[in-house]
């Protein structure tokens, strides 16, 4: 039999939450034992997340991947058949014609199963990708838009590519002065 897996699905954007829930309620319905069921569960992760509002730090939960939904289970045609079917559900996330499963480690620091050492601060997730387009929403650069080079996770930064009298132009950003676009 082959194992369980997790799978990234891309879902209509703030659909989120109502996909995972059609999702569990598949799951829910399906008959069979818990350890015979094809998909195990559905997922859409969050951290909780500094913001400045109005000048304040206000903790708030905000999704790490807007637009996405990870659930465990095995893929067959049955699962991928299934999953598809649900409202909201775009596209399963990988490269070609089959889904990627996540690493191990990403779903591990995902689910924050992450084991820190003990000297090792534990790092914020950053919740930029490279190549992604964000907004800046504080300081020099507020309301200019730029592409995500580098994030830098130890410190809690992004380099941005911000484009200034024409040419591009890289500023080193706090990560709360951004939010994607």
Known sequence: MSEHRWYAIQTTAGHENKVRSLVERRIKDDLRAPEEKPIRQALVPIQEVVE????KKVTVDRKIYPGYVLV???????????????????KFVGTGRLPMPLRADE??????????????????????????VV??????????SGTVEEV?????????????FGRPT????????????
Do not use: C
């Not at 830098?152 to 941005?160: E, H």
């Open 52 to 55: 400045i509002k109005n000048g």
């Open 72 to 90: 465990e289970m095995i893929l067959n045609q049955e699962t991928i058949h299934v999953i598809n079917g649900i409202q909201g559900v775009i």
């Open 107 to 132: 779903v591990n620091r995902l689910l924050g199963i992450e084991e820190a050492t003990k000297d090792e601060e534990p790092t914020e997730l950053i919740p930029f990708l490279v190549g992604q």
């Open 135 to 144: 907004e800046i929403t504080e300081g020099p650069f507020s309301d200019f």
């Open 152 to 164: 830098i996770s130890d410190k809690g930064k992004v380099r941005v590519s911000v484009s200034l």
């Open 170 to 181: 890289s500023v080193e950003l706090d990560y709360l002065q951004l939010k994607a676009h």
